[in-house]
């Protein structure tokens, strides 16, 4: 198949170019710096001269704090971008996969989110993530939205930043009263590449199984990287308090993958397997 993937040189672009190959698929990959997916008229042009049989769409402004900065910057790429492709993939007839996120929900549930519980975000990122699900059912009829969460892969990350922060500092305060599902990009290209062949259209989650706070992730971080550094475990206000800048979080916002379940299409690794395979490669 032809794989049209904006944002490809993302951490979700990246991994995914990677499987693209080798499933023997044609990839075309784009990114800001070629295509904008703010603008309509340079999408439907791309994809009216390329005809790609599946769109998709890694690209977003992922940086949380940064959203709340400039929501309207944010809803631009977050919202129009995906409205843009929706647009695209219904007058060329390519399905559209579409990557979203767990902060669409609140945060305050006391079991794992599914697919049909409904969205209520808390931060800027949230509600812009939200406006481009909402876009992307309303201008296509083949698409898939894929709600992930606490990504990393090739790219800017936590596990990343927990490294470089280990260089220089023997103890680091970490939060420890929310609750979510750690992501390889590894493991959610996998499962985006399993949707491709298939007509099974919805909103799925797709993370990594298991639950843990950013302390206890960072806390796996540190082990696997030989890191003597210490976790000191502290609350979402005393982070607060250190980062008045900082955009309110979920407190949990683990989800549940009834779909991915249901359809049989993919089963994700354990968040500390999937890390651990992250190590290795
Ligand atoms: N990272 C997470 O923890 C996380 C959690 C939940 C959900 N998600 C979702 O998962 C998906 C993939 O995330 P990721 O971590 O792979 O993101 P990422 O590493 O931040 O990559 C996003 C890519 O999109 C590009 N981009 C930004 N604006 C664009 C535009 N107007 N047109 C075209 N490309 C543009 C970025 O370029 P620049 O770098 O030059 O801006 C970057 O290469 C996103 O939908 C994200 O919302 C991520």
């Not at 951490?11 to 904008?36: C, F, M, P, S």
């Not at 639950?211 to 990287?225: N, P, R, V």
């Amino acid at each position: 198949m032809k794989l049209m993937v904006t944002g490809c040189n993302g951490q979700l672009g990246r991994a995914i170019y990677g499987l693209a190959g080798k499933e023997g698929h044609e990839y075309l990959g784009t990114d800001v710096g070629d295509l904008d997916i703010t603008k309509l008229s340079e999408v439907l042009a791309y994809a009216e001269d390329k005809r790609p049989d599946v769109i998709i769409n890694c690209a977003a402004a992922t940086n949380v704090d940064g959203c709340e900065k400039d929501e309207e910057g944010a809803y631009r790429i977050n919202a129009i971008g995906p409205r843009n492709l929706a647009i695209a993939a219904e007058k060329t007839g390519a399905k559209l996969i579409h990557i979203s996120t767990d902060y669409v929900f609140p945060g305050n549930a006391e079991r794992p989110y599914r697919e049909n519980d409904t969205p209520a975000p808390k931060s800027a990122y949230g509600r812009t993530k939200l406006a481009g699900e909402e876009y992307v059912k309303q201008f296509c009829r083949r698409w898939f939205i894929v709600r992930t969460a606490w990504l990393y892969g090739d790219g800017k990350n936590f596990v990343k930043t927990m490294l470089a922060l280990s260089e220089k500092m023997d103890t680091i305060g970490i939060v420890d009263d929310q609750l979510g599902n750690p992501t390889s990009a590894l493991e959610l290209a996998r499962a985006v590449m399993a949707l491709v062949p298939t007509e099974e259209y919805g909103v799925y989650h797709g993370t990594c199984e298991g639950i843990c706070s950013w302390a206890d992730f960072a806390e796996q971080i540190f082990k696997l990287g030989g890191k003597s550094t210490k976790v000191e475990r502290i609350s979402s206000q005393e982070y607060k308090r250190r980062f008045p800048e900082s955009a309110d979080r979920p407190a949990f916002s683990a989800m549940e993958k009834m779909m991915f379940r249901l359809s049989g299409i993919y089963e994700f690794k354990g968040w500390q397997e999937a890390l651990e395979e992250y190590f290795r490669t």
